[in-house]
């Protein structure tokens, strides 16, 4: 490995600049708790890097960074959140894109891991979760599981993060 993994983070943050997300964590009404996630982060706000000016896009709400040190890899977290229904073809969509926004920001020879997060309101239909839980995303030439979490719950993110092995 090249690069050190506190370098690479620090790339990242000043790629990010100003795109960066501020707390509350908030979007379309669906809030994510940063509570217990690492402390020297970094979250991109989407909309604000990559602005479309509509309303429906394929682009997730924000990409997370930090270092996990006990797996000494620099993670990515693609987040979407969505209060009302789930549609799963189009979160995938939008993951799969924050997985690209994560493969194009950060060096090749950093050791990377992707842990994908979808953030839902209270309900979501048997078939949309079926369809999360079988779908996978392309990273690096491996697949990734979407982990889920709920709306406003304190520790949410912090949760979906410890369920992130691979399945």
């Not at 990242?12 to 979007?27: E, F």
């Not at 309303?55 to 979407?80: H, K, R, W």
């Not at 839980?133 to 993110?157: K, W, Y």
Request: aromatic share 4%; with cysteine.
């Amino acid at each position: 490995m090249n690069v050190n993994l506190h370098e690479a983070l620090e790339e990242i943050r000043q790629w990010v600049g100003d795109r960066k997300a501020t707390s509350p964590y908030t979007k379309k009404g669906c809030r994510v708790s940063m509570a217990n996630v690492p402390t020297e982060r970094v979250v991109l706000d989407v909309d604000l890097a990559f602005p479309t000016g509509r309303a429906d896009t394929n682009q997730c709400d924000f990409v997370l960074f930090y270092i996990d040190t006990a797996q000494s890899s620099l993670i990515g977290v693609p987040m979407e959140l969505k209060r009302g229904d789930v549609d799963a073809s189009e979160a995938v969509a939008q993951l799969q894109e924050g997985a690209s926004i994560i493969d194009n920001c950060t060096p090749k020879d950093v050791k990377m891991n992707l842990v994908l997060v979808l953030v839902h309101g209270d309900s979501m239909h048997k078939t949309q979760r079926n369809r999360l839980r079988t779908s996978r995303v392309r990273f690096r030439g491996e697949e990734f599981p979407i982990n889920t979490a709920r709306c406003g719950h304190q520790g949410n993110l912090a949760q979906a993060l410890a369920k992130s092995s691979k399945r």
